[in-house]
Antibody, heavy 119, light 107 residues
Framework: QVQLQESGPGLVKPSGTLSLTCGVS?????????WSWVRQPPGEGLEWIGE???????NDNPSLKSRVTMSVDKSKNQFSLKLSSVTAADTAVYYC????????????WGQGTLVTVSS | DIQMTQSPSSLSASVGDRVTITCRAS??????LNWYQQKPGKAPNLLIY???TLQSGVPSRFSGSGSGTDFTLTISSLQPEDFATYYC?????????FGQGTKVEIK
């Protein structure tokens, strides 16, 4: 059974960098899955941030204006998200999610972690 | 970006009611249309993918239909555990986009 678990600081200062890690169990990070991030501001809808493949190839959302860096750590079976130059608008629950290559739906989700941007 | 528009944004219904939620894409998304259910404080849960395929474990009272730009999620007989927010999502083009959500509340 695939399980994902987000971890990282719950509070980030404005203009700083948000850094989250997603620990993966039940499947190898080097499998054919794609590793994704989705966020949800409090009381609002879902926004797809992007995805990273085991090779390091990424697809991300242009709305985030190149502030996003995603990577895979094969030695720890985890993947990461960094979002730079954060503002209050980046306050959200961040979910790590996965989909299998060739399957265009998000079938395994982490429980989510709230990140608040505030001084 | 492909814009996904759901209607209604919210609805009130009773247990046993038939519920229909629509999702319209700003351009064709082929068959790359998925539906998720989200309960308060929980991660979204995949219900239906590629328009009409039920995810494993999803009750048969849920169904999906449509084509091109217009899609529908139907709950044939609403159950107490179905009160939640539902989102459609297109995965035809990057960036993947979601509808704004439809909240199904108890009448």
């Amino acid at each position: 059974q695939v399980q994902l678990q987000e971890s990282g600081p719950g509070l980030v200062k404005p203009s700083g960098t948000l850094s989250l890690t997603c620990g993966v169990s039940g499947v190898s990070i080097t499998s054919s899955n794609l590793w994704s991030w989705v966020r949800q501001p409090p009381g609002e809808g879902l926004e797809w941030i992007g995805e990273v493949y085991q090779s390091g190839t990424t697809n991300d959302n242009p709305s985030l204006k190149s502030r996003v860096t995603m990577s895979v750590d094969k030695s720890k079976n985890q993947f990461s998200l960094k979002l730079s130059s954060v503002t209050a608008a980046d306050t959200a629950v961040y979910y790590c999610v996965t989909r299998r290559s060739g399957h265009y739906f998000l079938d395994y989700w982490g429980q989510g972690t709230l990140v608040t941007v505030s001084s | 970006d492909i814009q996904m528009t759901q209607s209604p944004s919210s609805l009130s219904a009773s247990v046993g009611d038939r519920v229909t939620i629509t999702c319209r894409a700003s351009q064709s998304v082929n068959t790359y249309l998925n539906w998720y259910q989200q309960k308060p404080g929980k991660a979204p849960n995949l219900l239906i993918y590629t328009i009409s395929t039920l995810q494993s474990g999803v009750p048969s009272r849920f169904s999906g239909s449509g084509s091109g730009t217009d899609f529908t999620l139907t709950i044939s007989s609403l159950q107490p555990e179905d009160f939640a927010t539902y989102y459609c999502q297109q995965t035809y083009n990057f960036p993947y986009t979601f509808g704004q959500g439809t909240k199904v509340e108890i009448k």
